[in-house]
């Protein structure tokens, strides 16, 4: 590991991995390639965007392989060309979205010609040698409170985090683990945070092989990648599908666990430190207008933190809260204040409410997501965390009906037992949070990364 962070550049980051490990593995779905494999086929890509974008205008991915992805953003990169993630082209509010960017020259879909496999051609490294680290890198949000929205990280600000996160020292699942398998999608702000995060390190990344039935759980039954897997990132509802099989799991080496992407709860961590004694784990708290991590947390037991609340944030940010008309000083919306570009600074505000704490912040729930029942200001996050906890209730949803009425939606193999659900909230809840109506349904549906769509 260098002892100084002195990438002035993406491709320069990963430049360097090559230099130092050219022979470790990097990337791994069905097949492994190593980090010079990999550098070999991406300046083979990077050749290829240019020659058929030579104005190096923006490219938009729609690539379903994600090993595959992951290689086309090292060429966008190298390439010096911006970016444009998407999670599903054929989503509606995506094509319209899609529209807004007429000058999008080119949407890669992975079944290229100059994606193929095959040694760069003579003259295509000159052909990279003057591009600078220009590249900028777009996101459509998740969408589960509206319709997505669009956001733009630029390349200064993911060296910037990256910079401030390789000097925090003290993060060991940075420094201790050489093989991660990250879970969430490499179009979603979480995953690409978490590849960009763990390839500065040198580390061997492995990714969900192709769709099944529990989805990225699968790839964990395979034993010669569980024999391997040293740190695990995931959002909570992966970590919930692992619950119902990690019996049957044997992963001998995992020393980390890693949350992000939605809000975790405490008994979701503790049935895992249960299963895995000797881990570690970290909550990370971000959003996608910042490509990092805000604020991330190590603890090992549970009397060592509340995933709630943010008390580690990088220098890099400075938070504070927005007041809500209904609220005071101490409770509002989170706003983060940092610099997009040199010398350009910007506060955010995250749409998550939250309320002073000490010396941190204690997250609350997503502004969208709070309304108005019986004349109080309803958090359903709240009431559906409660709600999981009980037997049989594999996810739920509550919300406000169309008739007025407080509803709940639940996953359950057998018939609801409403009588003792309203006894079990109220051990736990006030009497308004109650829901008046309830309903079994077979699934929840959610996002690609597993968070509830709200609307």
Same mark, same amino acid.
């Given at each position: ?6 990438? #002035? ?11 130092? &490990?050219? +022979? ?8 492994? !390639? ?10 083979? =890509? ?6 058929? *974008? ?7 991915? *729609? ?9 086309v953003f090292w060429a966008c990169m190298l390439a010096g060309m911006d ?13 319209? +979205? ?9 949407? =890669? ?12 051609? /003579? ?6 040698? +003057? ?16 319709? /997505?929205?669009?956001?733009? #990280? ?21 420094? +201790? ?6 879970? /969430? ?52 509802? &992966? ?37 895995? /004694? ?20 190590? !603890? ?5 933190? #509340? ?40 506060? =955010? ?11 941190? !912040? ?7 997501? !709070?309304?108005?029942?019986?004349? &109080?200001?309803? *958090? ?7 709600? *999981? ?13 169309? #008739? ?52």
């Amino acid at each position: 590991m260098p002892t100084v962070f002195d990438a #002035n550049s993406l491709p320069a980051l990963f430049r360097q991995q090559v230099d130092r &490990f050219p +022979d470790h593995p990097y990337i791994t779905k069905e097949k492994t !390639f190593t980090y010079q494999e990999s550098d070999r086929i991406i300046r083979h =890509i990077a050749a290829g965007l240019i020659a058929v *974008n030579p104005e190096r205008k923006m490219v938009a991915l *729609n690539i379903p392989c994600h090993q595959q992805l992951l290689f086309v953003f090292w060429a966008c990169m190298l390439a010096g060309m911006d970016v444009l993630l998407l999670p599903d082209l054929h989503e509606t509010a995506l094509e319209q +979205d899609l529209a807004a960017f007429p000058h999008i020259p080119l949407v =890669i879909t992975g079944k290229e010609d100059f994606l193929q496999p095959g040694a760069a051609g /003579p003259g295509e490294e000159a052909s990279l040698a +003057d591009v600078g680290p220009v590249a900028a890198v777009y996101f459509f949000s998740s969408g589960t409170t509206g319709k /997505p929205k669009l956001i733009c #990280n630029t390349h200064y600000q993911l060296l910037a985090a990256l910079r401030c996160l390789y000097n925090q020292r003290q993060l060991h699942y940075l420094q +201790d683990c050489k093989t991660v398998y990250i879970t /969430p999608p490499l179009f979603h702000s979480y995953g690409l945070s978490a590849m960009l995060e763990y390839t500065m390190m040198g580390a061997a990344i492995i990714l969900p092989r192709e769709r099944a039935l529990l989805g990225p759980v699968t790839t964990l039954f395979h034993p010669a990648t569980a024999a391997v897997i040293e740190a695990i990132e995931g959002v909570p509802y &992966f970590y919930r599908q692992l619950k119902s099989v990690v019996s049957r799991l044997k992963l001998p080496r995992l020393k980390h666990i890693g949350f992000g992407g939605d809000a975790v709860d405490t008994g979701l961590t503790g049935w895992l430190q249960e299963a895995f /004694p000797e881990v570690r784990y970290s909550v990370r708290y971000g959003i996608t207008e910042i490509p990092s991590v805000i604020a991330i947390q190590e !603890f090992v037991t549970g009397e060592d933190i #509340n995933p709630a609340y943010l008390t580690s944030w990088l220098p890099v940010y400075q938070l504070s809260v927005q007041a809500e008309e209904e609220g005071t000083g101490d409770t509002g919306v989170l706003c983060v204040t940092t610099e997009t570009d040199a010398g350009v600074v910007v506060t =955010i505000p995250t749409g998550d409410v939250v309320s002073r704490r000490g010396t941190g !912040f204690y997250l609350e729930g997503r502004s969208t997501v !709070f309304f108005k029942y019986k004349g &109080f200001r309803i *958090n359903p996050v709240r009431i559906e965390t409660v709600l *999981n906890t009980f037997d049989g209730i594999q996810a739920s949803r509550v919300y406000l009906g169309e #008739n007025g009425k407080l509803q709940a939606a639940c996953e359950s193999a057998v018939a609801l037992p409403v009588a003792a659900l309203q006894a079990y909230l109220v051990q736990y809840l006030p009497a308004y949070m109650v829901p008046d109506e309830w309903l079994q349904v077979p699934v929840i549906k959610r996002t690609a990364t597993g968070k509830i769509v709200r609307f």
